[in-house]
């Protein structure tokens, strides 16, 4: 069975506060897209990486990857799903019903290789699927509207979803599909598989495989790459 990788980088990262979208703004002097890609690109295992990105977007072609063979570049949709979509179908002529499909979040640029080749490792035999996690540290606090504490929760059965997240080609296909046929929105590919009634199964990644999403993410993930000088 082939494993391929799909990278939704379509969003235009409002919450950043700036004119260019998150995943180009420069980490260490380097696209931060880029960088995730040449994690994804260093794991051995899978056969080609399709990036969806906005259909305005023309920084792509600045990245110098045109011409690689391991990566596709193709034109995303309204909502992160719709992105995800149009990257199954690219694949659509040479991915089977049960090979393996990693969509990552472009803005994860600290994702370690070895967490990649673990996740990779311990689902090649299961069923469905699953995502790397992480424990919470954090006291969790329930709140209504006026942000106010309604109750302590218990945090030993909590998780935090990280990327990448791995699942069958065929079922993860499915359950897009119908997600966008339902017309709702989802944050990540478990979500779908979840609504489908699977139970994805998460695996331990390092809490370094943070997200990029505000100004102060950005200075973070270049402590972190300064901290392990650039490998994981």
Known sequence: MTIWAILPAAGVGRRMGSSTPKQYLRL???PVILLTLQRLAAVNDIEKIIVVVHPDDNNWKTLGLEADQKFKFVSGGEERQHSVLNGLLALGDKADENDWVLVHDAVRPCVEISDIEKLISTLRPHNIGGLLGSTSNNTLKLVNKQQEVVVTIDRSNYWNALTPQMFRYGLLKEAI?????????ITDEAAAMEFMGHRPQIIEGSKFNIKITREQDLILAGMILDLNNGES
């Open 28 to 30: 260490n002097g380097v």
């Open 177 to 185: 599909e119908k997600i966008i046929e339902e017309g709702l929105v």
